[in-house]
T-cell receptor, first 117, second 113 residues
Framework: GAVVSQHPSWVICKSGTSVKIECRSL??????MFWYRQFPKQSLMLMAT?????????EQGVEKDKFLINHASLTLSTLTVTSAHPEDSSFYIC?????????????FGPGTRLTVL | GENVEQHPSTLSVQEGDSAVIKCTYS??????FPWYKQELGKRPQLIID?????GEKKDQRIAVTLNKTAKHFSLHITETQPEDSAVYFC????????????FGSGTQLTVLP
């Protein structure tokens, strides 16, 4: 149980275009999902917290108009990187909480490698 | 906010030896401390966690100890194997949030055959 998927696993796009990344909880309902960004050889940096049916909460320094988050259902959250630039190239990972399983634990998706040319 | 310090940044051990990674945290109200293992290009995977009502937890070759007074917790891996080579991250709840985690900077563990 507690499987989280992400799609796509990797994407290459041109500068100025938008990219959508999906995060799904496959066998549980996730009231809260998190989006992280990880640069090479660095730690996971929380970008935003996504709550089903309400607006996402963004961390300081993360532009909410650039990184659009939608949590439309209890099993799906999407992150859209708008007007992508090369500096947005990174590994984007989502995680989900399943309070009905284990209150605190976050289960991670496999990540999406974004390369902006 | 919560500050999580992790040491060392790199650790090399001989196969069969033990490895210890330490983390300190700043928020005395923190009550949940997970450890994640991340292989190159893969997702972080929870390997063990501990809650503040216990001082130690074991799962086969892996153990975590917690010292609430000193505000530090440690990951212990015994009888290390080459497949234990990975980056390990500790985490603690973000101050003021029961849901968000702050991650340590990571430890690259290399187990030499």
């Amino acid at each position: 149980g507690a499987v989280v998927s992400q799609h796509p696993s990797w994407v290459i796009c041109k500068s100025g275009t938008s990219v959508k990344i999906e995060c799904r909880s496959l066998d549980f309902q996730a009231t809260t999902m998190f989006w992280y960004r990880q640069f090479p050889k660095q730690s996971l940096m929380l970008m935003a917290t996504s709550n089903e049916g309400s607006k996402a909460t963004y961390e300081q320094g993360v532009e909410k108009d650039k990184f659009l988050i939608n949590h439309a259902s209890l099993t799906l959250s999407t992150l859209t990187v708008t007007s992508a630039h090369p500096e947005d190239s990174s590994f984007y990972i989502c995680s989900a909480r399943a309070p009905e399983l284990v209150w605190d634990t976050q289960y991670f998706g496999p990540g999406t490698r974004l390369t902006v040319l | 906010g919560e500050n999580v310090e992790q040491h060392p940044s790199t650790l090399s051990v001989q196969e069969g030896d033990s490895a210890v990674i330490k983390c300190t945290y700043s928020d005395s109200a923190s009550n949940y401390f997970p450890w994640y293992k991340q292989e190159l290009g893969k997702r972080p995977q929870l390997i063990i966690d501990i809650r503040s009502n216990v001082g130690e937890k074991k799962d086969q070759r892996i153990a975590v100890t917690l010292n609430k007074t000193a505000k530090h917790f440690s990951l212990h891996i015994t009888e290390t194997q080459p497949e234990d080579s990975a980056v390990y991250f500790c985490a603690a709840p973000k101050t003021g949030s029961a849901r968000q985690l702050t991650f340590g900077s990571g430890t690259q563990l290399t187990v030499l055959p």
